[in-house]
């Protein structure tokens, strides 16, 4: 054999040795890192139960009613987001993380990680240096919903929120973003993995497989229920009436302006709170529309979130009409028309750009694995001084936002290395 040819194979060959040590690392440390999956509620309550926070003293407050349409009202700052996903929920995350950085608010943060070390359920010690007692503002990121833990991290008055979708576009967009982590989609040979799943769901599907909640009912299993419940159990609804009793406004990502209005509205906040671009959106191209049949496939393969939502639909069209039909189209207007201002005075080119043509690697957005699908921005390079920091703060990517404000993602960190050496 040739020399060079001979080098070229044992250079090979290093690189898959040391890809394979990477690889059994990073397996060997992700055990460690999350805990097991379907532990049980109680394993995971902290010392004291169910005991509330103690909030510092403040200055005292008016209780007044939340709608600012009964009169003046007080803005609310202790807020439970349950952050679901691929619901537009990264949006939605900017908007609390810029208000709670504004106001100077105590947020609970994850230790290490960007998630609250999901898809395990949430606990209380899971929160970055916490204490028993400790009292917060905002809890925000990522979990798996523990309601008893998650009520002792905050006043007796926290808002609880949470973002829903259809089930049949989430499913699409969780099977293409999170596919390539769910190993019993290796199997699925065909172009269209998509459609050739949802033709025979049960003959690919592994309950037990590794991220398999990812890819059935996952609204249901984010929010902490069972997502393998038969359809039929009354547990289905008594869970999605105990949702509708613990959270004050379930948000609809398809009509997402209407629903800050109504957010807005219910937390007494401002216009320029509720400004957004829409971050973790995915290329035009990496978004097939599912077909009709597919469509009802994927809705049937999803019948415990279709049931959810299906459900809160119906109590979201009802709050627009206590709000105000007309009262609302003239909010979303404005929000439209302030949200269009700030394109102009922020976004250089005015519109999102794939991630090979994004200048800052500070507005560079997390990528699923195997493929660089998410779009991201550029930030003008001259902005007013009145509008740059907001401008900054609007486009910035979530894991950068974290560490701005002073989170440890050693583990997101590690795992990025990683990713980036193996070019994964």
């Not at 060997?28 to 909030?55: D, K, M, Q």
């Not at 996903?85 to 990264?90: M, R």
């Not at 808002?159 to 967009?173: G, H, Q």
């Not at 900054?392 to 050693?410: A, C, F, K, S």
């Amino acid at each position: 054999m040739p020399l060079p040819q001979k080098k070229r194979w044992v250079s090979m060959a290093k690189g898959l040795v040391l890809g394979a040590l990477f690889t059994s690392f990073l397996v060997l440390l992700y055990s460690y890192a999350v805990p097991p999956l379907h532990a049980g509620l109680a394993s995971i309550r902290t010392p004291e139960g169910t005991a509330p926070c103690s909030p510092e003293p403040a200055e005292p407050e008016t209780q007044t009613p939340a709608n600012s349409s009964v009169g003046a009202c007080q803005p609310r700052r202790d807020i439970v987001f349950m952050k679901t996903h691929k619901t537009a929920s990264s949006t939605l995350l900017n908007i609390l993380f810029r208000f709670g950085q504004k106001h100077r608010l105590k947020f609970a943060f994850p230790n290490g990680r960007n998630d609250f070390d999901y898809p395990a359920f949430f606990a209380r010690n899971l929160v970055q240096d916490y204490r028993p007692g400790a009292c917060f503002n905002i809890i925000c990121n990522h979990m798996r919903f523990h309601y008893d833990e998650v009520r002792g991290l905050v006043p007796p008055n926290a808002t609880f929120i949470t973002v829903l979708r259809d089930p049949a576009r989430l499913f699409e967009s969780s099977f293409h973003y999170f596919g390539s982590v769910v190993p019993f989609t290796w199997k699925l040979s065909g172009r269209d993995k998509l459609a050739e799943f949802l033709q025979d769901p049960d003959r690919y599907y592994d309950p037990n497989g590794y991220n398999a909640h990812y890819l059935r009912n996952l609204l249901f299993f984010d929010l902490g229920y069972d997502s393998g419940l038969d359809p039929g159990d009354p547990q289905v609804q008594e869970h999605i009436l105990e949702v509708e009793r613990r959270f004050h406004l379930v948000l609809l990502q398809e009509y997402f302006d209407e629903s800050l209005v109504l957010l807005k509205d219910l937390l007494c906040w401002q216009l320029e709170d509720v400004l957004y671009f829409k971050l973790n959106a995915r290329r035009a191209s990496a978004v097939p529309r599912l077909s009709g049949e597919l469509y009802r496939r994927a809705t049937a393969w999803n019948v415990l979130d279709a049931r959810l939502y299906r459900h809160f639909n119906a109590s979201f069209w009802r709050k627009v009409e206590a709000f105000g039909r007309e009262r609302m189209a003239r909010e979303v207007a404005a929000l439209r028309r302030a949200n269009e201002r700030m394109r102009r005075i922020c976004i250089d080119g005015g519109r999102a750009v794939d991630a090979a043509a994004i200048q800052d690697s500070a507005m560079q957005p997390w990528q699923p694995l195997g493929a660089k699908s998410i779009l991201g921005y550029n930030l003008k390079k001259s902005i007013g001084q009145r509008h740059a920091q907001l401008c900054r703060r609007m486009l910035t990517p979530e894991i950068q936002y974290l560490m701005d404000l002073g989170v440890n993602l050693w583990v997101t960190k590690l795992w990025k290395f990683i990713r980036d050496f193996l070019r994964w």
